[in-house]
Nanobody
Framework: QVQLVESGGGLVQAGGSLTLSCAAS????????LGWYRQAPGQERKTVAGIDAGGSKYYADSVKGRFTISRDIAKNILYLQMNNLKPEETAMYYC?????????WGQGTQVTVSS
């Protein structure tokens, strides 16, 4: 079983930056992919960015050029660097990893962007 713990959320003004972290309980090099997702109140959870075992990255169109996903394999931590944040990106941010039966999710970290 994989446990994921997010941190780094907070309150930031529009245009500001935050870096989220997701600590995994297992070696992330053994995980086929890791991703960041966000869910605003009343909305469905959406993909923000992901990285596969080979290091290939993908981003939602809305964050390309502003967000960067990365990982520290030695520390088993996944990161999401977020720049030029917008108020509409206020949401709970989650990291996730696929499992055999189901997806593993962290508890989330709240990001609030004030205008």
């Amino acid at each position: 079983q994989v446990q994921l713990v997010e941190s780094g959320g907070g309150l930031v003004q529009a245009g500001g930056s935050l870096t989220l972290s997701c600590a995994a309980s297992v070696s992330i090099s053994s995980i086929s992919s890791l991703g960041w997702y966000r869910q605003a109140p009343g909305q469905e959870r959406k993909t923000v960015a992901g990285i596969d075992a080979g290091g290939s990255k993908y981003y939602a169109d809305s964050v390309k050029g502003r967000f960067t996903i990365s990982r520290d394999i030695a520390k088993n931590i996944l990161y999401l660097q977020m720049n030029n944040l917008k108020p509409e990106e206020t949401a709970m941010y989650y990291c996730a990893a696929p499992g055999v039966v189901a997806t593993y999710w962290g508890q989330g970290t709240q990001v609030t962007v004030s205008s």
